[in-house]
C-alpha cells in the first residue's frame, strides 16, 4: 500500500489526528499550578474541612492533567491529597523521595518562613507512572501548605 493508493486527504487527516491540540499540553505548567494552588485557597477560605473532602482523591475536582493538590499542616501531617486518598490524615514529615530528600519537612520549615514558595523534588508522575523531578509551587493559608506540583 502507497500514499498515493491511500489517497492525501486520508494521509492529512491522520497526521493531523496525531498532532497535539493547539493551546493543549499534556502536561500542567508552572502557571497551572499557581492558579489551581490559588483555587485551593479560595476553597478552603470559603468551605473549610468540606475543601479538603473536596480535593482528596477520588473526586479529581482540584486536578488537571498531571497537577493535583496536597495539603499539609505545619506539622507535616496530610489533609488532602489530590492522587492519594490512603495519604490523609497520616504524619509524612519523614517520607523521603528516591534521592533521600525529606521534602515534607522541606515543605513546612520553608512555609515558616515564606507564604510562597517553589520546591523541588522527585515524586511518581500519575499520568506516566515514573518518578520524575517534580516543581511544586506553595502557599501558606493560616496553618495549611497548600501545593500543586508540576512534572519536568
Known amino acids: 500500500m502507497t500514499i498515493q493508493s491511500i489517497g492525501w486527504p486520508r494521509v492529512v487527516a491522520a497526521t493531523l489526528l496525531c498532532l497535539p491540540l493547539a493551546g493543549f499540553a499534556q502536561f500542567a ?7 489551581m494552588v490559588s483555587k485551593g485557597i479560595a476553597a478552603i477560605q470559603a468551605d473549610g474541612w468540606k475543601a479538603l473532602v473536596e480535593m482528596t482523591a477520588p473526586r479529581k475536582t482540584f486536578v488537571d492533567r498531571d497537577l493535583y493538590l496536597a495539603v499539609y499542616d505545619m506539622n507535616g501531617k496530610c489533609k488532602a491529597h489530590g492522587q492519594n ?5 497520616k504524619m509524612l514529615i519523614t517520607v523521603k523521595d528516591p534521592d533521600g530528600k525529606e521534602f515534607v519537612r522541606e515543605r513546612v ?3 515558616q518562613s515564606q507564604t510562597s514558595f517553589w520546591q523541588e523534588y522527585k515524586f511518581t508522575n500519575p499520568v506516566t507512572k515514573a518518578v520524575q523531578s517534580k516543581l511544586a509551587y506553595c502557599e501558606r493559608v493560616d ?3 497548600v501545593c500543586g506540583g508540576i512534572y519536568k
Not at 505548567?29 to 492558579?35: E, I, L, R, V, W
Not at 486518598?85 to 490524615?89: E, G, N, P
Open 85 to 89: 486518598s490512603k495519604q490523609v490524615a
Open 143 to 145: 496553618d495549611l501548605i
Open 29 to 35: 505548567d508552572k502557571a497551572a499550578a499557581q492558579a
Open 109 to 111: 520549615d520553608l512555609a
